[in-house]
């Protein structure tokens, strides 16, 4: 194990180079090992302008290469299991889907820009969806924000479709979801809070089922699938 870790330790000490990266400014963000032994990272350069890509480069310090380019890719990359495709946010609002190889590289989100967004991306089982959660702020302290659940199919065939918008917070409260939305590990179902109970849905909106039902004052607070 301690081998193993001076060996990455290496390669990353590596990556940091201006030998390799061949420009200035370099930095890399979250690097991860797939299952063909390459690692893939995003990297960031301001000269002469300034753009976020992804690379991936063999863990013997081999082979780099640029999947994207004239992007602002943020440090969020979601790979399927098979390591065949990825998933990323460009821009803090933009889901984009491309082949391991950097091919095919489709647009298939564009946030509309709301206040203080964040967005949450994560692949359906089979591959061929993914489920995007969209949460903003409202434009003032007294407008209610909003999370936003999509549905995207990602073979092209039927293109990304808003699946329901919650509106939360604001003056008087918006009480129509009373916390984020927790995506199960396959993508598949969605839990939340409301009215002091916790409900479960599928992704695609269906089969809306209250989990518990608490009188009282307790409620629930946190929610952790596995």
């Known amino acids: 194990m301690m081998r193993l870790i001076k060996f990455l330790a290496l390669i990353l000490l590596g990556l940091l180079s201006t030998t390799i990266f061949n420009f200035s400014n370099a930095v890399i963000a979250a690097p991860k090992v797939s299952q063909d032994n390459r690692l893939t990272f995003v ?23 640029q999947l994207t380019k004239n992007l602002n890719v943020y440090s969020t990359i979601v790979w399927l299991k098979n390591g065949k495709r990825l998933a990323f946010i460009n821009d803090g609002v933009d889901v984009y ?20 967004s964040n967005i949450e991306i994560q692949w359906l089982l089979n591959g061929e969806k993914l489920a995007i959660k969209e949460s903003c702020d409202g434009s003032t302290v007294d407008d209610p924000g909003s999370v936003s659940l999509y549905l995207s199919d990602t073979t092209g065939t039927q293109g990304t479709k808003l699946i329901q918008r919650w509106e939360i917070g604001g003056i008087s409260q918006k009480t129509e979801i009373s916390s984020s939305l927790y995506l199960s590990p396959n993508g598949q179902q969605v839990v939340f809070f409301k009215n002091k109970s916790i409900w479960q849905m599928n992704t695609d909106g269906s089969n809306l089922t209250e989990l518990t039902n608490t009188p009282g004052d307790d409620y629930p607070s946190a929610c952790r699938q596995k």
């Not at 990297?43 to 290469?65: C, D, L, Q, V």
């Not at 590289?105 to 709301?114: P, Q």
């Open 43 to 65: 990297a960031t350069k301001e000269i002469p302008k300034y753009e976020s890509n992804i690379y991936t480069i063999k863990t013997n310090g081999s082979a780099r290469r």
């Open 97 to 116: 889907t491309m082949n391991a190889d950097g091919s095919k590289l489709t647009k298939i989100f564009s946030g509309f820009g709301c206040k203080a």
